[in-house]
Every structure is written in C-alpha cells, then in structure tokens.
C-alpha cells in the first residue's frame, strides 16, 4: 500500500511543484490522493482540438477551396505589377463570409514574394476602412508605412553601402601592402594607371589642337590602345577619374557601382541620410489633409515601384466620407514620376458605387470580381480542409460537418459562420466533456451564436427603437397575437411616459418596426384585411425571455418592469 502510494505521489509529474504537494499532504490530506486542482478537471477531459486557432477568423488558410477562378483572375491582373506595368484597379464584391479578404490577402502576399524573388518593387498596402473611415485617416497611415518602408529600404542601402566603403578600405590596404612587398613584380595590377596619364595627355593636347582629330592613334601604346582612346576622348578634364573608372580591376569594391571614388559613396551616404531625416510622420489627427496628402504623395514617390493599395469594407469609407479619397487616389497616377498606384476596393455592397463620382466609379470599376455565396457542398469541403489541421482524429462525428455546412448555407453561404458553428460546437462538447462532436452540439451553437447576434444587436439599439420592441414583447407576453401598429404604439406611449421619454408620431414607429424587421428581430407581414385596408401583423423573431432581459439591462429601461401589471390589465378585458 504504500509503495502505491509512494508511486502516486512520485507520479505527480510536476516537478517543479513537488514541494508544494508534499507540503499539503503534510498538512491534512494525510495519506489521501492529491488533491485535484481547480483545472485539473478541465485538463484531465481528453481535448478535442489538436489547434483550435485554424477555425478563428483571423487565421489565414495557405489553401482556399472554391475560389480558384477569383484568385486566378486576381493574379492575372495585378501580375502587370511584376512587369512594372500599372495594374487596373479591381473592385471585388460579394456578400459577407464569401472568402473576399481572404483571396485577396492570399493573392497579396504571393504578389510581394514573387517580387522579392524578382527584384521588381512593389508594395501592397491593406486597409480596412471599417476602422480607417476617414480620408484624413486614410491618407495619414499610408503615408506613416511609405515613410516607414522608405526609412527601412534607405537604412539597407547604408548599409549595404558602408560595407563596400569597409571592402574599399580592406581593398586599399591589400593593395598597399602589395605594393611595399613586391613594386616590381605586382606591376601589373597598377601599372596602366601609371603609364596612362601619360598617354592621355598627349592626346588631349592633340585633340584640342587639332580640331579632334586622331592622330592619338599614333600616339597610344599599342597595347593599351582601345584603354586610352576611351578615356580621353570622353572627358578630356578628368583623366585621372576617368582612368580609375576604366580600369578598376574585376575585383575591386566599386567595380560595377555607378560610384567612381570613396568620396562619392560618402556622398551618397550623406544624402540618404538627409533624405531619411527629411520624412515626417503625420500625426493621427491635427493636419490640413491637402498636407498630408502631399506627404503621402512624396512618400510613394520617393521610389520606383508598383503600389497596390487594398481597400477592405470600401463602402464604409464612402458612407462615413464621401469619395474624397477614392477621387485623389484614382488620379494619382497622373502625377506620380517614379511609382505608381493601383487600387482594390472589397465590399459587401455594390450600392456604393451609386454614391461615387462617375470618374471614381468608372476608374475604381475598371475589373470587377464577383464572390459569389457557397452553397452547402463547398462549405463542407472548406471545413473538411480546416478540421484535419483542427481536430484531434476521431472527434467528429459523421453529420457534424454537413449540418453545419448545411446551417451556414441558409445564411447567404457564409464560410465565417460555418466555422465559427464548428468551433462553438467543438468549445460545447470540450465543456461538457463529451469525447466527440455531435449533432447536437451544432444545433447548440447555432442556438448560441443566434443569441449572441441577437444579444448583441438589441443592445445597440438606440432607445427610442428598445422602447418599439419592448412594446412587442410586452404585448406578446400578454397573449396577444396578430399585433397591429396601433396597438404597438398605444404600449409604446405609455412606455415613454413611465421613463420620460420623447414620444415619436405613430409613423416614425412605424418606420421603427420595419428596421427591426430588417435586422430580423420582428418579423412585420403586411396583411390585406379586405375593405378594411391592410395592416401589420407583428411577431417576435426572437427568443422573448433573452430579449427582454436584454432590454432590462439597459439603465434607463430597467425601471419599465413595474409597467407590466397595468399592460397586462388593458388586455383582460
Ligand atoms: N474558400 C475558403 N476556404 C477556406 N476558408 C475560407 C474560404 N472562404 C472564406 N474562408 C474563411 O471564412 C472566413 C471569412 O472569410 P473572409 O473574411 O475572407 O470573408 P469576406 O468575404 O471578406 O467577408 P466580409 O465581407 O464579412 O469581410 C475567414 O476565416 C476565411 O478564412
């Protein structure tokens, strides 16, 4: 027995803590095992994940299933940017979770390894304008990463730039120590220079003379004649450079560098430096934009290169700030000497172009791709990608996939709600320590992730719309069925009284309910109700004790409570 006990005290496994569970057992545990730790339940489930991070959205998948003709098309756009020609601009569209930003990331990033791997300049730059929705915005942090991308590519050139100064010198050494060990043996590395200036002043002299003509043939060593003839008919002033750029030898430092002396590479050095200097950073806010536009220009500007600058939620943009931005990026090109620019916008709603100057639109639209939804069978194929990587095997049960491919399918095809469904349901079975995803689990989190959303959407409400819906659930709860605007309204006033709230017309409620309708937390039917016109029939969409609650949560709602006797008292007669 107590070697058993010795054994499972010896096998706690956690070395470093050793010490702390003798300590316990000393104490009043006795004999008895360890005793369980606050997670040593959680961990001791077996895990369902091998890496749950594949199924978060911000994951990038290196393989996106069904989008091959949209990358493809992508590709053979912007691949004019590898030949240093200006790609069109793209507008790409598709409804939400159709794998937009996703393709054209991907496209991206092999865009720019395909350039390193070249050599040919180009940057592409993302932007999501969900958070960056102004121009002023817009403009600031592309200028701040040209600035800084400029700023990391001159500090390379230093760089490289110092180490050829540090050859030149090691160079320059190695040459003078050959030339003190050996003048008359190592002559001929230096010797042209030496017998050059000879000969070309000879032939300067006879040039100027006679009128260019050549009797330096004559003059010239015939085995250096093609050596001097270069140089002095070039630059007759500067012969002593000029022999130095002729013949620096195959190996020498500066050989094949458009720099003739240390001096000028010194000088390069100095300019860059200014140049890097001279860039300032545009603050966040406080600048008139025309300078920071200019400042971006500059920035973009300052090299040769293809720019590609990728606009993701584009229509916010152009909701919050009209099409400033877009107008001043699209006529760029006009005026930019050694870059240029192409852009991508991404939206989940084409109906922004209506909002666009015809330039813009006509120049922002010069290819458009279209992401259409999935359907059920590519949902699948794109979760049965991620759960290899994702789960543990054996942990999926067969119709897990296909329901909730199925599910998200519903939902205008979309591939974020599909894993976000296979991840919840892999969180739900993890917590209740099943050991496999099953159907259930899926129907469960799309329960949940219902209610998250709806959460969510009636939390931010603005009050006057909370007060609409509240009147709905009230009379819902009070048994009533086909609920018309009147009756709506009539709750709604007396909801208003109770907190002093503004009272809107009878229309403006009206317009209220059809917003929750279109954000399907009511559903508002027309109904015809023959010669007597037509009218509204309101139900709730979602579920009522959750909304309420909800509701409740609200500071200035939560006193609405005590309404409920006197609501329901209207009824019951
Ligand atoms: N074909 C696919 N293969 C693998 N994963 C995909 C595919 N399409 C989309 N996804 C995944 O679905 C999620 C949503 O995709 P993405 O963000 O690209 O959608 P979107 O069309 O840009 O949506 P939104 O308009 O809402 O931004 C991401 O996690 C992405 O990795």
Not at 204 to 210: A, D, I, L, V
């Amino acid at each position: 027995m107590s070697d058993e006990d010795t054994e499972t005290t010896g096998s706690d496994d956690v070395g470093g803590i050793d010490g702390f569970s003798t300590d316990l057992e000393g104490t009043d545990l006795g004999d008895d095992e360890p005793k369980q730790g606050l997670f040593d339940d959680l961990l001791s489930g077996e895990p369902i994940f091998e890496n749950k991070e594949v199924l978060r959205p911000s994951y990038t998948p290196h393989e996106l299933p069904h989008r091959s003709d949209q990358i493809n098309k992508m590709a053979t756009i912007l691949v004019a940017a590898l030949r240093g020609e200006t790609p069109s601009n793209i507008l790409i569209y598709g409804k939400t979770g159709t794998g937009k930003t996703a393709s054209a990331k991907f496209v991206s990033k092999e865009l720019e390894s395909t350039s390193q791997k070249y050599s040919v300049p180009c940057d592409v730059e993302y932007i999501n304008c969900e958070v960056t929705d102004t121009q002023y915005r817009v403009l600031a942090q592309l200028a701040n990463k040209f600035i800084e991308k400029n700023q990391r590519r001159i500090d390379d050139r230093i760089d490289s730039l110092e180490d050829r100064l540090d050859a030149l010198e090691e160079y320059d050494e190695r040459s003078d120590a050959a030339d003190a060990a050996g003048d008359e043996t190592e002559g001929d590395l230096f010797e042209p220079p030496e017998v050059e200036p000879v000969s070309t002043d000879a032939n300067t002299s006879t040039s100027t003379g006679e009128g260019g003509e050549t009797p330096s043939s004559d003059s010239t060593d015939e085995t250096e004649g093609s050596f001097t003839g270069a140089s002095t008919d070039a630059e007759p002033g500067h012969e002593t450079d000029d022999s130095v750029d002729a013949t620096l030898p195959p190996d020498h430092p500066l050989e094949s560098t458009p720099f003739d002396s240390r001096e000028e590479v010194e000088e390069q050095i100095e300019s860059l430096e200014e140049d890097r200097d001279s860039f300032e950073e545009v603050p966040m806010t406080g600048w008139p934009t025309d300078r920071v536009y200019s400042v971006f220009f500059d920035a973009v500007d300052y090299d040769e290169r293809v720019v590609v600058i990728m606009l993701d939620e584009i229509d916010k943009l152009v909701e919050k700030s009209g099409d400033d931005t877009l107008y001043n990026l699209s006529r760029m090109n006009s005026e930019l000497e050694n870059s240029r620019v192409s852009i991508i916008g991404i939206s989940n709603d084409l109906k922004f172009t209506d909002f666009l100057d015809p330039r813009v639109k006509s120049s922002l639209g010069e290819e458009e791709i279209v992401f259409p939804p999935y359907d059920a069978n590519q949902l699948r194929d794109i979760l049965e990608h991620r759960s290899d990587v994702a789960f543990k095997g054996g942990a999926l049960s067969d119709d897990v996939i296909p329901l909730c491919a199925a599910f998200a399918a519903q939902e205008h095809g979309d591939a974020r709600r599909a894993l976000d469904l296979l991840r919840t349901a892999g969180e739900l079975a993890e917590r209740s320590q099943a050991e496999t995803i099953v159907e259930e689990h899926v129907r469960q989190a799309q329960d949940k992730i219902e209610l998250d959303r709806v959460v969510e959407v009636v939390r931010t409400l603005p009050t006057q719309s909370k007060l609409v819906l509240f009147s709905i659930i009230l009379l819902e709860k009070n048994g009533v069925h086909s609920i018309n605007t009147g009756e709506v309204f009539n709750i709604y006033k007396r909801l208003c009284e109770e907190i002093d709230a503004d009272v809107l017309t009878q229309r403006r409620v009206t317009d209220l309910i059809s917003e929750l309708d279109m954000l399907g937390i009511v559903n508002a039917v027309v109904v015809s109700k023959g010669r007597y016109g037509r009218t509204k029939e309101i139900s709730l969409s979602v579920p009522q004790e959750e909304t309420e609650a909800v509701l409740l949560s609200d500071s200035r709602l939560s006193d609405i409570d005590d309404v409920q006797p006197f609501v329901q008292a209207r009824f019951e007669n």
